[in-house]
């Protein structure tokens, strides 16, 4: 037990700077153009999904928790907003970044999102008809006012925002040491059904907990090798932060928000399976 608390912790140091200067990057850049990300969004129309999906990449949960709010005011098409959502890269970023995962995956993991995110939204929206309303009114920025301290500056939004993942991070970290120190890789691997055909499924529900760490848990499952690729990429999809939070309180057309909660479900076990069954022909 020594020993894993000793690892942790040293896990902890080794990547702290990586976060601090990685959400500091990303603090500047969602302070710094979140409102004419806003605005692009609002007025890209038809083309909303493709904006939206380019837009959810950049980490945190930030242009989710915007978009659901837009959504719940029908100034964006459903299409828009499953787009940012399957996009969202949430926490997964900075600490695939701060692992020091090779640019190539962390590329393939973001663009792979995206392209999933507009080719859904397009398809959503072709299918469902979404009809947005034009006028901008009663918007409420979520992000700002209950996620992201945005009023208390870019460096203290930083701090907060890297050891609130830190955190997540060393006890994820740390029951991951301990699991796979007493049960044995094999054995972590089976409870998540690594290899198997309902991995995806498994993986998905995981991705719809509405909080950063479920996307943290998938990161680190997918790193330590107990999670296969294809399940990963299917929790990611699922996983908007605290958005579906945001979407049951703020959108009163219940019926809806399950619709949107299922689709999300589906379109991540969907992609996840198929990709399973795509590398298993290869």
């Known amino acids: 037990m020594k020993q894993i608390i000793i690892d942790t912790l040293l896990d902890a140091v080794k990547i702290f ?47 989710s928790v915007m978009a659901t709010n837009l959504y719940a ?6 299409g828009t907003l499953m787009a940012i959502y399957l996009s ?17 995956v962390i590329f393939q993991v973001v663009s792979f999102k995206v392209i999933i995110g507009i080719t859904c939204g ?13 006028k901008v009114s009663n918007i409420k920025d979520y992000c700002e006012e209950n996620n992201c301290d945005c009023k208390h500056g870019i460096f203290k939004s930083s701090i907060k925002h890297t050891f609130n993942i830190l955190f997540f991070i060393v006890t994820i970290t740390f029951l991951l040491n301990t699991g796979i120190f007493y049960l044995g890789e094999n054995n972590i691997s089976k409870l998540f059904l690594k290899d198997s055909f309902f991995a995806p499924f498994v993986s998905s529900l995981i991705g719809l907990i509405p909080n950063c760490g479920a996307s943290v848990i998938l ?11 294809s399940s990963c990429i299917a929790g990611l999809l699922t996983g908007s932060g605290v958005a579906i939070l945001v979407l049951f309180k703020v959108n009163k057309d219940k019926k809806d928000n399950l619709r949107i909660l299922a ?11 198929t990709m399973q069954i795509i590398n298993a022909l290869l």
Do not use: W
Request: hydrophobic share 50%; proline share 5%; charged share 15%.
């Open 122 to 134: 397009f398809i959503i929206d072709f299918i469902l008809k979404s009809n947005v309303d034009e």
């Open 73 to 78: 005011t029908r100034i964006i098409s459903i």
């Open 17 to 63: 700077p990586f976060l601090i200067v990685t959400f500091f990057i990303m603090e500047f850049i969602e302070h710094k153009f979140s409102k004419k990300s806003r605005k692009k969004i609002i007025k890209a129309g038809k083309f909303g999904p493709i904006i939206g999906g380019i837009l959810g990449a950049v980490p945190q949960c930030g242009f």
């Open 219 to 229: 990161t680190e499952l997918y790193l330590s090798g107990v999670i296969s690729f």
């Open 88 to 104: 969202t890269s949430d926490e997964m970023l900075p600490v695939i970044i701060s692992q020091g995962a090779p640019f190539s």
């Open 263 to 273: 689709m999300l479900y589906l379109i991540g076990s969907l992609i996840g399976v």
